[in-house]
């Protein structure tokens, strides 16, 4: 088991940064790849980004490229979404998860979830 926690969220204003976090425990971390989905009221869950168990390879939605970066720290067991240029439509419930093997940017493919962390863009 992989339990995940994100935190990080908040309100802000269009234009604004934001760094999620999701800190995860249980089995060894450095052996998963990572992503980041959100949801948005009213509407399905998302893919944002994803990363590789060692950080090598990335994937991100176009709706974000070139605004948000994932990272992670397998040390700190802990894997980050930075969020730069934020839009209203960022605003979303953002989900943590993980997943043996390779990246996928398909929501059934993942195998744990956080429980999300809200984040909310004014205009």
């Known amino acids: 088991q992989v339990q995940l926690i994100e935190s990080g969220g908040g309100l802000v204003q269009a234009g604004g940064s934001l760094r999620l976090s999701c800190a995860a425990s249980?089995?060894?971390?450095?052996?998963?790849?990572m992503a980041w989905f959100r949801q948005a009221p009213g509407k399905e869950r998302e893919f944002v980004a994803a990363?590789?168990?060692?950080?090598?390879?990335?994937r991100y939605a176009d709706s974000v490229k070139g605004r948000f970066t994932i990272s992670r720290d397998n040390a700190k067991n802990t894997v980050y979404l930075q969020m730069n240029s934020l839009k209203p439509e960022d605003t979303a419930v953002y989900y943590c998860?993980?997943?043996?093997?390779?990246?996928?940017?398909?929501?059934?493919?993942?195998?744990?979830w956080g429980k999300g962390t809200l984040v909310t863009v004014s205009s």
């Open positions: 990363i590789s168990w060692n950080g090598g390879s990335t």
């Open positions: 249980g089995r060894t971390f450095s052996g998963y790849a």
């Open positions: 998860s993980a997943r043996l093997g390779t990246i996928t940017t398909m929501a059934l493919g993942m195998a744990y």
